[in-house]
């Protein structure tokens, strides 16, 4: 948010500033591998526009794509969906449910028929000043209403950011123990959620807010987006912590690939586990012109899809996995 697209504010939202991270840039020594592959577009012109988009949860068939399209700065996160039409992502339409409050991160549950997201909208008839998960399923019909998410997760601070395991547990980020945002978990027993637990100082270290933890489906990893996580690219990385025997291992950096300078967040699978799905705002903020640009040049590029706001890519996850394994 200010120079970035989401910020943490005094109401527990998102905070970043961009050029200073920028001008404070000191890349961590990762090597680069010869064989790496580099960062796809999703859907340019569709999904990948000027505009600003994040997100990128595609449903177990591989026919339709979530994600948020959001006005700088911040004022509205509105969620939408794409379909696949002969190999191509096709015009999005906004989700029924969404478009009036600030509806973020959305995340298809395991079995994709139920759709969690973040959104600051009235609850309890009141209007509401943090944000609380939601769910929202589909039937044959359609979508149906959304509805607060029962059990621990919703408590006290903001929760922005929810996965689902396989086994029904549920991750998700929180600042219900003061203002950053660290990483909980709320076990299914019994068809019961248990308490929130904090996943501990490995993970939750001092001075980090991680905004998104996305659990695989057999909890054999996390992949994390944090704000002052070291080793770090000077603004918001994408991480991994691996599951060794029920503790979770220290975040790895994911590497210079997928992480720049500018923010790269929101990371998603794709449903045959195949694709890492992130949000970058890499573009004009990354490059190094080898000469100022004129007016007409500017202006060009910050009209175009790479004027430094959220675009969605894909990597291959087997390169994420083999590069980052403990």
Known sequence: MTGMRRFIS??????SLLAMSLLAYRGPAFAQQADAPQPELMGPGTISTPLDEFGGDISPDGLSIYFDVTIPAHYLYTMCESHLVNGQWGPPEVLPFSGVYRDSDPVLVPDGKTLLFASDRPRYGGESHNFYIWAVDRTSQGWGEPRLLDGPVNRAGSQVFASMAANGNLYFTSTRKGGQFDIYRSRLVGGVYQEA????PKVNG???SSLEALVAPDESYLLIGSFGRQPGYGNSDLFISYNQKGVWTTPKNLGPVINTPAREYSPRVSPDGKWLIFT???GMVTEKPDRPYTYAEFTSKARGTF????????????YVLRTTQP
């Open 307 to 318: 004027d430094g706001l959220g675009n969605i890519y894909r990597i291959p996850m087997e």
């Open 206 to 208: 001092e001075n980090i």
């Open 197 to 200: 637990e904090d996943l501990g």
């Open 10 to 15: 005094s109401a527990g939202w998102r905070v």
């Open 280 to 282: 970058s705002e890499r």
